[in-house]
C-alpha cells in the first residue's frame, strides 16, 4: 500500500518509531518527493505532471507556467504562477512548497526560437541559469531539464549519432539546450548538483499540441488526417528525424527520474524509439484513412530538420537505466489514431 503524503514533515514525524534501517527503506519506499515543473501547460508538462500525480500524490507535484492553466493542471493538484526570470519569486515557490526535485521544462522551441532569438535566449538560457542557481542554492535533491536532438548540428554524423559527438547547433533553440547541458554537468561536478537531462526527439502526442518545433508536423499530421483528410507537410520528403510517441517519452523521464545516480556515467543522454520521414508517417496514417493525401511545401524549419541527426544511437541510455522504448511507428500510429478521434468525436472508419 502507498501512503499518501500531503505532508512530508508530518509524515516524518507520525513514523519515527521505526528502527533505522526499515525507516530508512520506508523512507525511500513511501515519503513522497515532492516535484515542481515548469512549462507544465505545454506539450509534454500537461501529460507529466497527471503522470507523476499518479506516482506521487496530486499534491506532491505542483504545477507552474506563466499562463492561465487548463483544468487538466488544477483538477488534482496545484497550479502556481511563475516566471523563471523571476528569481524571487522562483526561490521563494521552491522554498515554500518543500520542493525536492525541478522538472524544467519550460523552453522556446526550434521554429519559434528562430522567429525571437532574444526571446529564445531569456527563457532557455537565462531560466535555466536561475533554476539550475536555485537548486544549487537551496541544496534540492535533483533537477531535470530536456536537451534535444537540436543540441546537434550540421557538422555532427547523421546516422546513428553517438552520445559523445561533436554539438554545433545553428539554432537559438540548439545552443540553448548545449548550454543547459554544459552548465548543469559543470554544477554536478563543481557543486554535487543532481542534474539530468534527456535530448529528446521530437514527441509526438494526443493531449496538449507542441508550440513552434520542426518537429510538430508529425503530430498535426494526425489533426489534419482525421478532419480534412489532408496534410501539407513543412518538410520535404525524405526528411528523416528521430521520433517519439508521449508514452515513452514520460516513461524514459521518469525512469531517468529514478535512476540510481551512482550507476549514471552520463548526465545527458542521446534517447529514441524511431525514426521516419514524412512519406512513411503519411504511408502509416493511409492504413486507417485510406483516402489521406498528403503534399508537401517546405518552409524555413527544413533548413533546421536538415541540421538535426536522422537517427540516434541511445545505447548509453540502456545500459545506464534500462531504456527500452513500446512504440515503434506502427504502434505509435494505431495509438494516436484511437486516441485523436475520441478526442475530436471523429470516426475514422
Ligand atoms: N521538438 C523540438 C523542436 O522541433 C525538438 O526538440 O523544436
Given at each position: 500500500?502507498?501512503l499518501?503524503?500531503?505532508n512530508?514533515?508530518?509524515?516524518l514525524?507520525t513514523?519515527?518509531f521505526?528502527?533505522d534501517?526499515q525507516?530508512?527503506?520506508?523512507l525511500e519506499?513511501?515519503?513522497m518527493?515532492?516535484?515542481?515543473?515548469?512549462g507544465?501547460y505545454?506539450?509534454?508538462?500537461?501529460?507529466l505532471?497527471?503522470?507523476?500525480?499518479?506516482?506521487?500524490?496530486?499534491?506532491?507535484?505542483?504545477a507552474?507556467?506563466r499562463k492561465d492553466p487548463p483544468e487538466?493542471?488544477?483538477?488534482?493538484?496545484?497550479y502556481?504562477?511563475?516566471?523563471?526570470?523571476d528569481?524571487?519569486?522562483?526561490h521563494a515557490?521552491?522554498?515554500d512548497?518543500?520542493?525536492?526535485?525541478v522538472?524544467?521544462?519550460?523552453?522556446?522551441?526550434s521554429?519559434?526560437?528562430?522567429?525571437?532569438?532574444?526571446l529564445?535566449?531569456?527563457?532557455?538560457?537565462?531560466?535555466s541559469?536561475?533554476?539550475?542557481?536555485?537548486?544549487?542554492i537551496?541544496?534540492?535533491?535533483?533537477?531535470?531539464?530536456?536537451?534535444s536532438?537540436?543540441?546537434f548540428g550540421?557538422?555532427t554524423?547523421?546516422e546513428?549519432?553517438?552520445?559523445e559527438v561533436?554539438?554545433?547547433?545553428?539554432t537559438?533553440?540548439?545552443?540553448?539546450?548545449v548550454?543547459?547541458e554544459?552548465w548543469?554537468?559543470?554544477?554536478?561536478k563543481?557543486?554535487?548538483?543532481?542534474?539530468?537531462s534527456?535530448?529528446?526527439?521530437?514527441?509526438?502526442?494526443?493531449?496538449?499540441?507542441?508550440?513552434?518545433g520542426?518537429t510538430d508536423y508529425?503530430?498535426?499530421i494526425f489533426?489534419e488526417?482525421?478532419?480534412?483528410?489532408?496534410?501539407?507537410s513543412f518538410?520535404?520528403?525524405?526528411t528523416?528525424?528521430p521520433?517519439?510517441?508521449?508514452?515513452d517519452?514520460?516513461k524514459?523521464?521518469?525512469?531517468?527520474?529514478?535512476?540510481?545516480?551512482?550507476?549514471?556515467k552520463?548526465?545527458?543522454?542521446n534517447i529514441?524509439a524511431?525514426?521516419?520521414?514524412?512519406?512513411?508517417?503519411?504511408a502509416e496514417?493511409?492504413?486507417?484513412?485510406?483516402?489521406?493525401?498528403?503534399?508537401y511545401?517546405?518552409?524555413f524549419?527544413q533548413q533546421i530538420?536538415?541540421?538535426?541527426?536522422?537517427?540516434i544511437d541511445d545505447s548509453?541510455?540502456r545500459?545506464?537505466w534500462?531504456?527500452?522504448p513500446?512504440?515503434?511507428?506502427?504502434?505509435?500510429t494505431k495509438?494516436?489514431?484511437?486516441r485523436?478521434?475520441k478526442?475530436?468525436?471523429?470516426a475514422?472508419?
Open positions: 500500500m502507498k499518501y503524503s500531503g512530508k514533515k508530518s509524515t514525524k513514523r519515527s521505526r528502527a534501517i525507516y530508512t527503506q520506508y519506499e513511501y515519503v518527493k515532492r516535484i515542481l515543473v515548469t507544465s505545454g506539450q509534454i508538462g500537461t501529460e505532471v497527471g503522470a507523476l500525480r499518479s506516482k506521487y500524490g496530486g499534491q506532491n507535484v505542483v507552474t507556467g487538466i493542471l488544477t483538477k488534482d493538484g496545484p502556481l504562477h511563475l516566471d523563471v526570470l528569481v524571487d519569486q522562483l515557490i521552491l522554498k512548497n518543500e520542493i525536492d526535485i522538472i524544467h521544462n519550460a523552453s522556446v522551441l521554429g519559434k526560437g528562430e522567429k525571437n532569438p532574444q529564445a535566449y531569456r527563457t532557455n538560457i537565462q531560466g541559469y536561475n533554476v539550475l542557481e536555485a537548486v544549487r537551496l541544496g534540492l535533491d535533483q533537477v531535470f531539464i530536456p536537451s536532438i537540436a543540441a550540421p557538422s554524423p547523421k546513428n549519432t553517438p552520445n561533436i554539438m554545433r547547433p545553428t537559438a533553440y540548439g545552443v540553448s539546450k548550454f543547459i554544459l548543469g554537468e559543470y554544477y554536478a563543481r557543486y554535487g548538483v543532481d542534474f539530468r534527456l535530448r529528446y526527439p521530437g514527441i509526438i502526442s494526443s493531449e496538449a499540441p507542441p508550440g513552434g520542426t508529425a503530430v498535426e489533426y488526417a482525421l478532419k480534412t483528410q489532408k496534410y501539407t518538410l520535404e520528403k525524405g528523416y528525424l521520433m517519439m510517441f508521449m508514452d517519452c514520460i524514459c523521464t521518469m525512469d531517468l527520474i529514478h535512476a540510481d545516480v551512482s550507476k549514471l552520463h548526465r545527458s543522454f529514441t524511431m525514426s521516419f520521414a514524412p512519406e512513411e508517417i503519411a496514417i493511409k492504413k486507417y484513412i485510406p483516402q489521406f493525401e498528403m503534399s511545401k517546405p518552409d524549419r530538420a536538415e541540421s538535426w541527426p536522422a537517427t548509453a541510455a545500459e545506464e534500462g531504456w527500452k513500446d512504440y515503434d511507428l506502427a504502434a505509435m495509438a494516436m489514431i484511437e485523436l478521434s478526442k475530436l468525436d471523429i475514422y472508419q
